[in-house]
């Protein structure tokens, strides 16, 4: 050990005697560890707040869409999940607790005192509340009696209120929707942004009065998210669901499904997967910095071994053994990738911290620690290996040879 | 002390193979002071080179200290150098980014000594050359006389049984010439056994014994009359 702490203060001392050189030479390993932190570090905040907006949604929460391929949408024969569906869900399919259906109404902008704004309208039941999570921070919620008795009330999005001035407390305040006039009920909670689109531009207003408004030729979009009784039933009651709205929709039995039951957490798995490409893209092409890095660092060490030559011919001849040799070189490649490493992870918090903070409403940078370490390891790593040829040419110079080298 | 019996060194150039040492036998005793003289190319830096275990012979046995060296391997050699040779080279060799006391810390540093003791050794054989009051002066900061004064040190602050100077006042001028063999007498006087490769007859004068080399052979073995003080 006290060789190691000796080996490693001559190490630190010879790279402080060129300190200029030390620095151009560890700039590529800085420049790759910074490029690697700072985009982990966007990545991983972007990934965070993606998984805490879909956190509220519970995993027994499973949601019915329709699949509409480019072709349905050319030729306007797009597929829209039907109210018989929901009437199959909810009654039809043994273990599915809680339906929510949610309904896109076209109905125009909102006005309020001359002011106009387009939030998203949707027609949303009681149920919404837990099965999407969705509440008032101030005020109430849709209840079932407003569904029932076609209640023209509405609960807004703070963008919505901020957009038209309405009062810091909207309650009680009129809004007018397409052509209908709507009392404020309630106020939802903040969401923030899901790839810089505002979760807070959009109203609820009861489904029932939503159906209504939308008049009997049209069928609007319309979603289904329900949750199961039995967490442990979630395939099964899936697969049920799967079955029953098949038989609704009249599909023939080898038929291709014009419709999709998916999972909550299928959005948060397929954006993982996403994120983890990018993150082995990410990896190849730090992996490739680092090895030109590397490659630099062993040219210089190279130089620096020939400039030497009669240091390291004196400290053999006063006893040195091929091993002092070789793990004072070693070390000093080792020190110097990862003195550039250090300085990257530094330099690329700072830089990820940047790009988050240019980027308006972006989620703020976040490097997992070992993400750091590792990187850190790496760049050690880096010098050791590429170090080995130039410290092996310096562990096996002849001593005579190397005291008359001038 | 020092054995030497029928030292052969081959040079193997290109498809020549040169004869640096064409048997030597030598005997060099303890607390000897030894001038190793003749011209260039005459085979005395080949015999320095062995007799400092920084070369191996081809042929014949070298023992020091009662040990064959001979056969050991590079790293052994690098531990009988540490423990049993102190050099003293003519362009000083010392380490230029390191201090005094670190140049002469050095050899102890590879015989795993604790820092604080070495850095005790290194002042005092600091102090025991002069240069007391210069132990935190780089080489640069230093003069000729001074550089090789701490040469000196670090070659003493191992304790070895030999002290081995190659041309050790061959970049100085006569007068800091002068004041460096006064140490290598002092030494030689305190009971070192004190080698000097050289080729100036004042500088082999202050030896008790001189060698001289032609031809990669002992053509001469003398020892040298009593200095007047």
Redesign the interface.
């Known amino acids: 050990m006290n060789l190691l702490a000796e080996a490693f203060s001559a190490a630190l001392a010879s790279l402080n005697a060129h300190r200029l050189r030390s620095f151009l030479t560890t700039l590529g390993i800085l420049i790759g560890t910074m490029a690697v932190i700072a985009v982990v570090s966007v990545l991983q905040g972007f990934s965070d707040s993606i998984s805490n907006q879909f956190s509220d949604l519970g995993s027994n929460t499973l949601t019915l869409d329709a699949i509409n391929e480019q072709e349905n949408f050319r030729t306007g024969r797009i597929n829209r999940i039907s109210f018989d569906d929901v009437e199959t869900l909810r009654y039809r399919v043994p273990g599915v607790s809680r339906v929510a259906p949610i309904i896109s109404p076209q109905l125009g902008g909102a006005a309020y005192r001359g002011r106009t704004t387009t939030p998203q309208i949707l027609g949303a039941t009681e149920e919404s509340q837990d099965v999407l999570g969705v509440d008032a921070s101030i005020g109430r919620f849709i209840t079932a009696s407003d569904d029932r008795n076609g209640r023209r009330i509405v609960v807004i999005g703070v963008d919505v209120r901020d957009e038209l001035r309405m009062p810091k407390n909207p309650i009680g305040e009129y809004l007018l929707i397409g052509r209908e006039w709507f009392r404020v009920v309630g106020l939802l909670e903040k969401r923030g942004e899901i790839f810089g689109f505002s979760q807070d531009n959009r109203v609820f207003i009861p489904f029932s009065v939503a159906r209504s408004l939308t008049g009997t030729f049209e069928r609007p979009f319309m979603e289904v998210s329900f949750t199961v009784e039995n967490l442990a039933e979630l395939a099964q009651v899936r697969e049920r669901a799967n079955r029953a709205i098949r038989l609704s929709r009249k599909l023939a039995p080898n038929a291709e499904p014009d419709f999709e039951i998916k999972a909550a957490d299928s959005f948060i798995k397929q954006f993982n997967q996403i994120t983890a490409t990018a993150t082995a893209v990410l990896a190849g092409i730090v992996g490739i910095s680092l090895l030109v890095g590397g490659i630099g660092i062993m040219n210089i060490m190279l130089v620096s071994v020939t400039e030497r030559t009669r240091e390291i011919g004196i400290l053999k001849a006063l006893g040195a053994t091929r091993r002092d040799i070789l793990i004072q070189f070693l070390l000093e490649a080792a020190l110097l990738s990862l003195l550039g490493g250090l300085i990257g992870i530094v330099l690329g918090l700072l830089a990820g911290m940047g790009i988050a903070s240019l980027i308006p409403n972006f989620p703020p940078a976040h490097v997992p620690v070992w993400v750091m370490l590792a990187a850190a390891g790496f760049s050690a790593l880096v010098g050791v290996v590429f170090g080995i040829a130039p410290a092996s040419k310096a562990a096996s110079l002849d001593p005579i040879e190397a005291l008359r080298y001038e | 002390m020092i054995e030497l019996r029928g030292i052969v060194k081959k040079y193997v150039l290109g498809e020549e193979t040169v004869l640096a040492l064409a048997g030597v036998d030598l005997f060099i005793g303890r607390n000897e002071y030894v001038a190793l003289i003749g011209p260039s190319g005459s085979g005395k830096s080949t015999l320095m080179?062995i007799i400092?275990c920084?070369?191996s012979p081809s042929e014949g046995q070298y023992i020091l200290n009662g040990r064959d060296t001979s056969s050991l391997r590079?790293?052994e050699l690098?531990?009988v150098?540490?423990?049993e040779i102190g050099?003293i080279?003519q362009s000083f060799?010392?380490?230029?980014?390191?201090t005094a006391l670190q140049n002469v810390m050095?050899?102890l540093?590879?015989?795993?000594m604790?820092p604080a003791e070495r850095r005790e050794r290194a002042a005092h054989a600091l102090e025991k050359v002069g240069l007391g009051d210069r132990l935190d002066h780089r080489p640069n900061q230093l003069s000729g006389g001074q550089r090789q004064r701490v040469a000196v040190a670090?070659a003493l602050v191992?304790e070895p049984s030999l002290l081995l100077a190659d041309e050790p006042t061959g970049n100085l001028d006569s007068r800091t010439s002068l004041e460096i063999m006064a140490l290598f007498d002092a030494l030689h006087a305190q009971g070192q056994t004190v080698v000097i490769v050289t080729h100036e007859p004042d500088i082999a004068a202050h030896c008790r014994r001189t060698i001289r080399v032609r031809d990669g052979l002992v053509v001469e073995d003398s020892l040298n009359p009593p200095r007047a003080a």
Do not use: E, K, S, W
């Open positions: 080179n400092g920084l070369d590079d790293d690098a531990i150098r540490n423990r050099f080279f060799h010392l380490l230029p980014r390191q050095q050899p540093v590879y015989r795993r604790p670090r191992g």
